[in-house]
């Protein structure tokens, strides 16, 4: 009998995958990544890894008979995605953690786990498929069915050893199905929200916990136009990020976004929405799901960040190794940190992280 190691939130999405799995007839082991401490983070019901989702996935491995263990993977998602996030705020990027915690921690760490126990694949409860192209002797990482609810956006890291013991289960379900199969079995989690907030930083305050995490305050500086005149001031860097309109608490007359931010002279640029557009994206760290990197220019589409809709365009590798997308259309905020993710239809053809509009 195969064996599954099922990575257990706690939310109802990886219940289901473990009980799937079981009906599938692997034998299952439950487990929970213990990732950061903290008692304002833990009282978040919108956050995933507090003690209570502890509390519901081992309600759930107890309810469908198999072992359950919590990992301390503390030091990892510090090192890995704490520390990385708080950087990146530092030099005027806007990280994604969440891509960093899939590649670092579930996909590396915790396949590492999975080894020693023995186990032949790692479980999750993304909402993502995992197929076997025959003809092409490669795994491809496709949509989930459910589009509202994909999240191959965050998996563009997979390779393709990773992606061979790998399973989602609920790749082929809509979420209100996932629900229904959850109350059928009488889940505990049945009806808990959806974690919508990073797990270290619930109420959205992103200053709070990087000042908290490192002890340092960030200065003042100016607001400047596109011509550099000032404009005003800002309560640091850290605050913003590209695109950004709401809370820059200054008056203009006229609505004013973020459309670059000078770390080297402390000053946030501003202009108008109009600024923000721009046909190119620069990507670095690539990786190309298949594993091999394209000699020619590639037609895809692509979206640069997770909630939207892929635009079309191509995508080229540079000599420096990094990949220029070129879209057909401009497209609003292209920011630096975020990932770049490119499709042929549902399937994902690579990503990597965003590092500017020009080479």
């Known amino acids: 009998m195969s064996k599954a190691l099922i990575a257990m939130s706690g939310g109802v999405d990886s219940s289901v995958a473990a009980m799937l799995m079981k009906e599938e007839g692997f034998d299952c082991i439950g487990c929970t990544m213990k990732l950061f401490e903290g008692s304002e983070e833990e009282k978040s019901e919108k956050a995933c890894c507090s003690l209570d989702c502890v509390e519901d996935a081992r309600n759930v491995a107890g309810k469908l008979s198999i072992p359950y263990y919590v990992f301390n993977f503390k030091d990892e998602f510090k090192n890995c995605v704490i520390d990385k996030f708080i950087s990146c ?3 005027g990027r806007t990280p994604n953690p969440c891509i960093d915690c899939n590649r670092f921690l579930k996909f590396k760490k915790l396949m590492v786990r ?16 995992v197929e076997y192209d025959e003809q092409n002797g490669k795994y491809l990482l496709k949509k989930g069915l459910d589009e509202s609810k994909d999240q191959s956006y965050v998996l563009y890291s997979l390779t393709q050893d990773q992606l061979a013991h790998i399973r989602f289960p609920l790749g082929k379900y809509h979420k209100t199905e996932v629900r ?3 109350e059928k079995w009488n889940f505990v989690n049945a009806n808990r929200p959806d974690s919508q907030d990073i797990c270290f930083v619930p109420d959205g305050d992103y200053a709070k916990v990087i000042e908290r995490y490192t ?13 550099g005149k000032p404009m005003g001031e800002h309560k640091g860097i850290i605050h913003y990020t590209i695109g950004q309109h709401k809370g820059l608490g200054v008056a203009f007359g006229e609505p004013k976004y973020v459309c670059k931010i000078d770390v080297e002279n402390n000053r946030v640029v501003l202009g108008r929405n109009e600024d923000l557009f721009t046909n190119v994206a620069i990507v ?5 799901i298949s594993g091999e990197e394209p000699k020619e220019p590639v037609p895809c589409s692509a979206k640069v960040r997770y909630k939207q809709k892929e635009q079309s365009g191509t995508a080229e590798v540079l000599p420096n190794g990094r990949v220029k997308i070129t879209f057909d259309e401009p497209q609003r905020a292209i920011t630096a940190g975020q990932a770049a993710v490119l499709y042929d239809g549902d399937t994902v053809i690579g990503g990597g992280t965003i590092v500017g509009t020009e080479e």
């Open 180 to 182: 229904a199969l959850a």
């Open 284 to 288: 670095e760290d690539f990786n190309w």
């Open 215 to 227: 002890g340092k305050t960030f200065p003042k500086g100016e607001y400047v136009d596109l011509e």
């Open 114 to 129: 999975a080894e020693e126990l023995g186990c032949d694949v790692v479980v999750t409860g993304h909402y993502a498929r």
């Open 89 to 91: 705020y530092e030099e």
